[in-house]
């Protein structure tokens, strides 16, 4: 019969390893052209008109920048040391950390996975054909206008209203 101890560390490993998992999915980084960092703020990006000319769907594989292997081996070093007999705590936390360590690489990898499309679009300036690379849920059709920001990275975002007036023209002020 399992004794209650067993049971408890049991019970506090899987609590823990949830909860290193957890914290590695929330470091990840979304790509989408409406998520901006705080340094943003204030910052300012030049801006290009264009026109998509297609959109290729893409793969955003994740990266770990070193936060899930090293949250992974101290989450699994110390649930390996919950384990083992009167002398073998050190060993199975040791293994516990290796342990830990890859699934967190993996963890922290597969968090940062995102789909997304690369688009061509034709620049309204000079006609020269630029690509982007994001994170999108749906293609951004083809033939849409958009803005193509210069910022900290490069966004497309699709224009929703009218179209500008031509060079020149001069618009009097509104009255009211």
Same mark, same amino acid.
């Given at each position: ?60 594989? =994740?990266?770990?920048?070193?936060? !899930?292997? %090293? *949250? $992974?081996? +101290?989450? #699994? ?6 384990? /083992?007999?009167?002398?073998?705590? =050190?060993?199975?936390?040791?293994? !516990?950390? %290796? *342990? $830990?360590? +890859?699934? #967190? ?6 968090? /940062? ?13 000079? *006609? ?49």
């Amino acid at each position: 019969m399992i004794s209650s101890a067993y049971l408890r560390k049991g019970a506090v490993a899987a609590s823990l390893l949830v909860l290193a998992g957890g914290s590695l999915a929330a470091c990840a980084d979304d790509l989408g052209p409406q998520n901006y960092g705080p340094y943003a703020a204030g910052s300012v990006a030049r801006v290009d008109e264009g026109v998509t000319v297609d959109a290729r769907p893409i793969h955003f594989n =994740g990266y770990d920048n070193g936060a !899930g292997t %090293i *949250g $992974g081996g +101290v989450a #699994g070093a110390v649930v390996g040391s919950q384990f /083992g007999g009167r002398y073998d705590h =050190g060993t199975f936390g040791v293994l !516990g950390a %290796i *342990g $830990g360590a +890859v699934i #967190g690489h993996e963890i922290a990898k597969g968090a /940062g996975s995102q789909d997304g499309f690369v688009y061509t679009v034709r620049l309204r300036r000079d *006609g020269r054909l630029i690509q982007v690379a994001q994170a999108d849920r749906y293609p951004i059709p083809q033939g849409t206008r958009v803005f193509v920001s210069y910022g900290d990275r490069v966004r497309l975002q699709p224009i929703t209203a009218p179209p500008p007036p031509p060079p020149g023209y001069y618009a009097p002020p509104p009255r009211y």
